[in-house]
């Protein structure tokens, strides 16, 4: 199984970029997919997840210093999740990392990475203010 991770680049701030993910080797319609990212001397943080919600189709959820500038979508058909990013803020730098859960995940259990399997080997976004 691989993730490749793209659509990092350098932005001014309140600029926008969209990142993709391609799962190859796994069919992930089930799995959740996680978005993270790492700044420089901190700790892999969670942005964004979406996954099936086990009853009705796919459900979302977002760290709030993103929430309402990010938009975190799937196409299964492609493979490919995706993270749209708008009015990014200097605080949004870092490497973005999508990541594969390989089992559906709930509640709170989305946001840590030690439950995701698979990730992909990053992306940088540098936001200029």
């Known amino acids: 199984v691989q993730l490749q991770a793209s659509g990092g680049g350098s932005v001014q701030g309140g600029g926008s970029l969209r990142l993709s993910c391609v799962v190859f080797g796994r069919t992930f319609s089930s799995d959740a997919m996680g978005w993270f990212r790492q700044a420089p001397d901190k700790e892999r943080e969670f942005v964004a997840v979406i996954g099936w919600d086990g009853r009705n189709g796919d459900t979302t959820y977002y760290a709030a210093s993103v929430k309402g500038r990010f938009t975190i979508s799937r196409d299964n058909a492609k493979k490919t999740v995706y993270l749209q990013m708008h009015s990014l803020k200097p605080e949004d730098m870092g490497v973005y990392y999508c990541?594969?859960?390989?089992?559906?995940?709930?509640?709170?259990?989305?946001?840590?990475?030690?439950?995701?399997?698979?990730w992909g080997q990053g992306t940088q976004v540098t936001v200029s203010s």
């Open positions: 990541a594969s859960s390989s089992r559906p995940l709930y509640g709170i259990d989305r946001v840590s990475p030690s439950n995701y399997v698979y």
